[in-house]
């Protein structure tokens, strides 16, 4: 077909993710992009309305323009947001300009009343797949930065999936980074009391971003922290609490860079205590978080060379 390597896996990608369920589900197909303002204003609409009408076979997918711009040439987008939606492969109605949840929802309606759409068949495996479709999103979000609308979207998956502990995991995760940390210590409390979700790993990881922004400090100590870390690098424990609170307050790579410099210095440590450290904190923010993966790599190379 005249196509590149590239072009051919951003092929097989939408073939995938976008053309395989909307043989028999609706897809509304939202192209955005990370720095686009109105994109971000539009997706907790988008968000919103296709989980309400789930049940009924709607299905949203998100498409960044930056990392798929052969597939945003073939739609010939020239602005977004931009938001289709998706019948048996084929774009059925164009949902750019339905900015209100009311005329979502409308258009929605007179969609599905003129398409077979299905609704019914396997109820438990479409539930999982909306779930496992809403915790990436929000995962995604979370990566962004977006930390509150990161949380407001696992809230919802937790009311639609009560037994979900990526969702209550991702929740806390959220909570943490929107410096709620005392509604997160609410939710895990919560989630420790389903044994069904108590020792689950991901609830386990997301304690420990609690636990980590549990050492919170004022301006004053954290720079107080910094130069007594500074002054003596030979003392490690001074260095370990200094990253500790700088993680604390959000100054991640300020975190990360110390404990990468304790893992180059002495590796063998306490017992590797700084690279466990860094582990605790990938595990916090998420191991798909690209400062997560960036930061991975070097503490990689450090340990392998």
Known sequence: MGLSIDEQKAVERFKK???????TKLVILDFYADWCGPCKALA??????SADYADKGVVLVKVDVDKEQFIAAQFQVQSIPTVYAMFQGQPVADLTNARSESQLKQT???????LPVQAGGDEAAQAAQQIDQFVAMGEQVLAEGDAPRAA???AQVTEMAPDSAAAHAGLI???VQADQV???RKVLEAVRANPALAADPLVENAAAALELAGNKVDDGELVALRDKAAADPA???ARMAYAEAAFAAG???AAAGELLAMVEADREWNEGAARAKLIDIFNAVGLEDPWVVDTRRKLSRLLFG
Do not use: T
Not at 17 to 23: A, F, G, N, R, W
């Open 173 to 175: 995760r959220a909570l």
């Open 152 to 154: 407001g979207i696992f």
């Open 235 to 237: 003392h490690m424990d």
């Open 182 to 184: 005392e509604e997160a």
């Open 44 to 49: 907790p609409l988008l968000e919103k309305v």
């Open 108 to 114: 929605l309606d007179q969609i599905l009343a003129q």
């Open 17 to 23: 993710d976008v053309v395989e369920p909307s043989m």
């Open 251 to 253: 100054q991640r790579d």
